[in-house]
């Protein structure tokens, strides 16, 4: 099976229409993230609290909103995690709610929000930790245990907990559902000193001011170290001139794929800035092949036009160019469509920037050698072509 | 060639052994169960994937060259004292951000040679320079001024250390957090409630005994005003819990000396215990030479009252009834039976040298780390699985030699997180997908060499030569160039990241391996059984 035979297209012919392409993406880009979402960044990045919490029915946001707002908490987003149907929602605090004192003040004031109709003097099973569970069973001491009664009831505690986790998604709506995987009569005894409430918080993250702005920094370096590393290599391994257009280039990617996540305004968080510094790697591998290839055919055709050469080297990597760039599409389209709610930036990056760095390298980072040469030869400069050590 | 390839299937053959034990070890059995156990004993889940709560907290390094330099001018007042000079006065002009700036004022011209050897004796680590009207000024010369600083963190993570321990933690990564400045990381696997064991890392736990010299007032304005606006010097206000009898949450402050009769230091154990009311209560015991000093102490002071001082909080007051040697009891507040465990522990794992402030916390429940390595695997299947039959159905046979290849690369890349003990986290899942489709690419890359060489009318073996040969520059640039923003993303990622950084690494490690060894030998092997002239299967 193949899917080009012989290509022959005049890629360079069309090096205005790639270059509108490119500009009219870069200048939306930016556009958004000057006047429109800015950079969106992620809790990581701006700092704050981000609390997921897990309902065991459809949660009614408007309802949430206005019972947030009325406990005090004002500067806040919330919206639904993944699907409604998953029943769960996350809540997105300020960083001005989110105090250098007590880091974790806003997700407690939340919890206390949510819980309502608290029967008095109960704990909520939901979101009781393994220790309180512990202490009511041993208070109790519902299996009339000896000695061993503190491993015992941590087990128990352990298991009641790991069941409402890992077996009930993290919200138990019944104590029934308990039975089985816990001793019968500690089960029997939990309703006398627990509630259920009708929520469970699944996962918390609290990032202060302080360390929003220390990652920010260290975001902004390693982009720029990864970049620098390229040009470094490249310069090396070719001329200079292909590490300047081989880091144009992924320049190019990079712009775009965060100008993307602002655009469709999505948070971009650590995970996405790990995404954007494999697609320097990655977007790098694409023009690399194409100008091994170069290399090697100015060698072969010292007669020929470098753009002629370019096309041809363009032409020949194209099936591969393609091929691997499907087929790692693939890989990362899995991921973004399967890998989950806490994947779907990290996903959405290399999916967004595997389609930009394959094209790019196919027609920003060629035409940026040919449009180099041009330049030297129209300054009256020897007209070689043979920007090439061998080694 | 025969014996040539036997060697390579050998080298192929033992490093398949030699991963899948790194990935396994020697497994119980061979039931699914049982292999899952093994492999998940080799490689650890992050705490993306396992749930747990992960910290960065801030030495309050300060804290600890305050302490210094209370020390220092404690030393200089002494000892200007016995050598006669007389001085205005001895502070600290700006606490907060120069804490280890000294400002001597007052000091007549003849005392300057006697000061400048007391600093040179007796404070080896300041520089002295003198200002206009009769003014010092003493500050830590730079290089002690930063080994302080340092020594406060490495002393913090230690009695974290400590405490974690005895909390029974298991696998705890306390270590300095290099991106910030004085900070530490704590990652606690399968903690669900950070509360307590923030509390009890943040706990400075600086206990002292100290003389009540008044109290207890209603608030500290009171107190003032009982003194006529003026506190004593060699007094101190302190917070501390209400009266006997008076509703736990009133104020109560308290005139003590500056001065402690005992500190954190002259601890030698502490063990929870119960007062004689039956309350729950922390009972220590004091060293030799600090009980010697308690007993100096009381024998002094009987009839008068001492507060056992916690965090510069008052947690009780007493009567001295007669002299005490070396035990002594932390009761009152309303302690639970918990809080005295914990309290005892604490004091048992030392003080921290410095406060703690809390810059990030995350928590990952259980349910939601169930939930990601369910989607994860669920990805990294699916994702194989279309990147695995693809190459069956383009290349044919040589789809074959590219599945084996890309199997025995997933193979080798968990076998190398088993042996170096890596940490696998949810973006390390992403990375292990990632690296299958870009470890394709190298297959791909030879592959359509081959093609391109059988076109231009070579024979198969000289294809596949030609075909290795040329694409084996071009899969070393394009791996180096990965794993530099891969080594990129090691140093600056924490925790998710990093374990991508990991995976990704390890993976295109191995990539070289099997797409180009590994495959070169499956190629071989097949032309060897052909004839000559046969068509490739390509």
Do not use: C
Not at chain 1, 109 to 127: A, M
Not at chain 2, 35 to 60: C, E, F, N, P, S
Not at chain 2, 183 to 203: F, N, T
Not at chain 2, 401 to 424: C, K, P, R, S, T
Request: hydrophobic share 45%; aromatic share 8%.
């Amino acid at each position: 099976m193949e899917f080009f035979h012989n290509p022959n297209f005049d890629f360079l012919g069309k090096k205005w229409y790639f270059l509108a392409f490119s500009l009219v993406f870069s200048v939306a880009g930016v556009w958004s993230m000057l006047f429109w979402h800015h950079i969106p960044y992620g809790i990581d990045f701006r700092g704050g609290t981000l609390v997921y919490v897990k309902f065991s029915h459809t949660p009614n946001i408007n309802e949430l909103r206005h019972e947030i707002d009325h406990a005090g908490l004002h500067n806040f987003k919330i919206q639904n995690y993944d699907i409604p149907s998953n029943n769960e929602v996350l809540i997105d605090l300020d960083v001005q709610e989110t105090s250098e004192q007590a880091l974790d003040k806003g997700k407690a004031q939340i919890i206390r929000t949510l819980e309502t109709n608290v029967p008095s003097g109960k704990i909520d099973l939901n979101n009781a930790p393994v220790l309180t569970i512990k202490q009511y069973l041993m208070d109790k001491d519902p299996m009339h245990l000896g000695s061993d009664a503190d491993q015992k009831y941590t087990q128990q505690a352990q298991d009641i907990v790991n069941t409402r986790d890992k077996v009930h998604g993290g919200v138990l709506s019944n104590f029934d559902e308990l039975k089985g995987a816990v001793d019968p009569a500690a089960v029997a005894s939990l309703p006398d000193g627990f509630f259920l409430s009708d929520f469970g918080v699944r996962n918390v993250e609290i990032v202060g001011p302080e360390v929003g702005a220390q990652l920010r920094k260290q975001a902004i370096l390693a982009t720029v170290y990864s970049l620098a590393g390229m040009l470094i290599y490249l310069g090396f391994r070719f001329e200079w001139i292909y590490g300047v257009a081989a880091v144009v280039t992924v320049f190019h990617d990079t712009l775009i794929t965060v100008g993307a996540f602002s655009l469709l305004d999505k948070d971009i968080s650590l995970t996405v800035i790990a995404a954007i510094l494999t697609l320097i790697g990655y977007s790098n591998n694409d023009t690399i092949v194409v100008f091994d290839r170069i290399r090697e055919n100015i060698k072969l055709m010292r007669r020929e036009k470098l753009s002629d050469i370019v096309n041809r080297s363009i032409n020949q990597t194209l099936s591969r160019t393609i091929l691997t760039a499907g087929l790692t599409f693939l890989t990362v389209l899995a991921l973004y469509l399967f890998g989950g709610e806490v994947l779907r930036g990290f996903s959405l990056a290399l999916v967004i920037g595997i389609l930009i760095g394959t094209y790019s390298s196919i027609a920003i980072a060629a035409p940026i050698l040919v449009a180099y040469q041009d330049w030297r030869v129209k300054k009256g400069k020897r007209p070689t072509a043979m920007p090439v050590r061998t080694r | 060639m025969q014996k040539n390839l036997l060697w390579r299937l050998i080298v192929i053959l033992g490093a398949l052994l030699v991963f899948l034990f790194g990935i396994l070890g020697i497994p119980q059995g061979l039931s699914g169960h049982d292999l899952l156990k093994a492999m998940t004993d080799r490689i650890h889940l992050g705490l993306d994937l396992r749930g747990g709560t992960h910290l960065i907290l801030q030495v309050q390094v300060n804290d600890a060259v305050n302490v210094d330099a209370q020390n220092a001018i404690e030393v200089l007042k002494e000892q200007l004292n016995k050598h006669k000079i007389s001085f205005a006065d001895i502070s600290q002009p700006d606490p907060q951000n120069n804490p280890d700036h000294i400002q001597l004022k007052g000091i007549p011209p003849e005392g300057h040679k006697d000061l400048m050897d007391i600093a040179s004796e007796r404070l080896p680590e300041y520089n002295v320079s003198s200002g206009a009207n009769n003014t010092y000024m003493l500050n830590m010369k730079p290089q002690m001024l930063t080994d302080l600083k340092n020594r406060a963190v490495t002393q913090a993570i230690e009695t974290i250390r400590n405490r974690i321990d005895q909390l029974g933690v298991s696998e705890p990564t306390i270590q300095e957090h290099g991106l910030g400045q004085y900070q530490i990381l704590v990652q606690l696997p399968d903690v669900d409630d950070p509360g307590r064991v923030k509390d009890i890392m943040q706990s400075t736990a600086m206990l002292e005994i100290k003389q009540v010299i008044g109290g207890p007032y209603p608030s500290d304005q009171a107190a003032l005003q009982d003194k006529g606006g003026v506190l004593p010097p060699d007094a101190i206000l302190l917070p501390g819990h209400g009266a006997p009898g008076a509703p736990p949450d009133q104020e109560a402050w308290y005139l003590v000396s500056r001065v402690s009769a005992v500190r954190g230091k002259d601890l030698r154990d502490a063990q929870p215990s119960t007062d004689q009311n039956g309350q729950p209560s922390v009972h220590f015991t004091l060293t030799g030479e600090g009980g010697q000093r308690f007993y100096n102490f009381t024998s002094a002071h009987v009839d008068d009252r001492l507060a056992v001082v916690l965090d510069n909080k008052v947690q009780e007051v007493a009567n001295i009834k007669e002299p005490i040697r070396d035990t002594g009891e932390i009761s009152g507040g309303s302690m639970t039976e918990q809080q005295a465990k914990d309290l005892s522990m604490i004091l048992r794992s030392g003080a921290l040298p410095a406060g703690i402030k809390y810059l990030e916390e995350r928590t990952v429940g259980p349910s939601l780390g169930a939930d990601s390595i369910r989607h994860g695997v669920t990805a990294a299947i699916i994702g194989m699985l279309a990147v695995l039959i693809f190459m069956l159905i383009y290349y044919r046979a040589a789809g074959i030699n590219a599945d084996v290849a890309l199997l025995l690369n997933l193979v080798i890349l968990l076998g190398f997180m088993g042996y170096f003990e890596a940490v696998l986290t949810l973006p390390g899942i992403a990375g292990v997908i990632l690296t299958v489709g870009m470890g394709v690419d190298s297959n791909v890359l030879i592959f359509e060499r081959i093609r391109e060489e059988l076109r231009n009318g070579k024979t198969p073996p000289s294809a596949v030569d030609q075909g290795f040969s040329h694409a084996w520059i071009t899969i070393v640039d394009t791996h180096v160039t990965t794993i530099v923003s891969a080594a990129i993303l090691f140093i600056f990622g924490t925790g998710p990241v990093k374990g991508f950084a990991v995976t990704l690494t390890f993976g295109l490690l191995a990539n070289l391996f099997t797409a180009v060894f590994v495959s070169r030998a499956i190629f071989d092997w097949v032309l060897s059984r052909k004839q000559r002239g046969d068509a490739l299967s390509i």
